[in-house]
C-alpha cells in the first residue's frame, strides 16, 4: 500500500479486556517496529521484526504485551488483561532494510487505545 | 544506554520569526539523526535526517539541522515559520547498527499570523 496502515484507529477497552492491534507495513518493507506514545511524551520504543523474526523486544513493558509477524508482513500487538496505564497511541512503522545504514523509518496514524 | 533531549517544551512564535529547537543526545558512538514532524491529526513525518557527510543537513519545508559532533547536538533551524509550521517536532537517534530509534520527549510549536 501506499503508507503504514493501522486497525482500529481508536479503541475504548475495559480494564482486564484482551486487544489486538493491526499494522500493514508499505509493501516490500523487511522491518516493522511497534512504538508506544503516551500523551505528551514521544514515541517508546516497544519491539522490532525483521521479516517474521522478532529481533528485539526490550520495550515491551510486562508479559502482558505480545508482538507477532507470523509471515514476515501483517503484525499484530495483543495486549492482554489492559490496565488504564497501557492507554496510549500505539504505533506501526516500517523500512526497507537496516535503518542503521540510511533507510527512513516511516509511521503509521496509530491505534489510540483507551482503558477505562 | 542512549537519550534524547529536549530543551525547548513548547515554543510559541509569531509568523516570519526565526526558529531553533535544540536537541542534545547521549551516545558515545556512531550515530544516525533525525527530526520528525507530528501535524495536528496526522501522522509522524521525516523532516530531515543525518547519516554522514556533511553536518548541515536540509530538509524538506525550508528546514535544517546541524549535526556538531563535539557538542552532542542536532539542532533544528527555520529561519522563517510560518503558521503552518505549527506542529510537534521530535529529535531521534539511533546508533548505526541498531535499528532502535529513540525519540525526545517532542517539542510543541505555536505560530501565530
Known amino acids: 500500500g501506499a503508507g503504514v496502515s493501522q486497525s482500529p484507529r481508536y479503541k475504548v477497552a475495559k480494564r482486564g479486556q484482551d486487544v489486538a492491534l493491526r499494522c500493514d507495513p508499505i509493501?516490500?518493507?523487511?522491518?516493522l517496529f511497534w512504538y508506544q506514545q503516551a500523551l505528551g511524551q514521544g514515541p517508546e520504543f516497544l519491539t522490532y521484526?525483521?521479516?517474521?523474526?522478532?529481533?528485539?523486544k526490550s520495550g515491551l513493558p510486562s508479559d502482558r504485551f505480545f508482538a507477532e509477524r507470523p509471515e514476515g508482513s501483517v503484525s499484530t500487538l495483543k495486549i492482554q488483561r489492559t490496565q488504564q496505564e497501557d492507554s496510549a497511541v500505539y504505533l506501526c512503522?516500517?523500512?526497507?532494510?537496516?535503518?542503521?545504514?540510511?533507510?527512513?523509518?516511516?509511521f503509521g496514524e496509530g491505534s489510540w487505545l483507551t482503558v477505562v | 544506554a542512549q537519550s534524547v533531549s529536549q530543551h525547548n517544551h513548547h515554543v510559541i512564535l509569531s509568523e516570519a520569526a526565526s526558529l531553533e529547537l535544540g536537541c542534545n543526545y547521549s551516545?558515545?558512538?556512531?550515530?544516525?539523526l533525525f527530526w520528525y514532524v507530528q501535524y495536528p491529526g496526522q501522522h509522524l513525518q521525516l523532516l530531515l535526517k543525518?547519516?554522514?557527510?556533511?553536518?548541515l543537513v536540509k530538509g524538506i519545508k525550508g528546514f535544517e539541522a546541524e549535526f556538531i559532533k563535539s557538542k552532542f547536538s542536532f539542532n533544528l533551524r527555520k529561519p522563517s515559520v510560518q503558521w503552518s509550521d505549527t506542529a510537534e517536532y521530535f529529535c531521534?537517534?539511533?546508533?548505526?547498527?541498531?535499528?532502535?530509534?529513540?525519540f525526545g520527549t517532542g517539542t510543541r510549536l505555536q505560530v501565530f499570523p
Open positions: 512503522a516500517s523500512s526497507l532494510a537496516n535503518t542503521g545504514f540510511g533507510n527512513t523509518i516511516y
Open positions: 509493501s516490500g518493507h523487511v522491518s
Open positions: 521484526f525483521q521479516n517474521e523474526a522478532q529481533l528485539d
Open positions: 551516545y558515545g558512538g556512531t550515530v544516525n
Open positions: 543525518y547519516f554522514s557527510g556533511d553536518p
Open positions: 531521534a537517534v539511533n546508533a548505526f547498527d541498531t535499528d532502535k530509534l529513540i
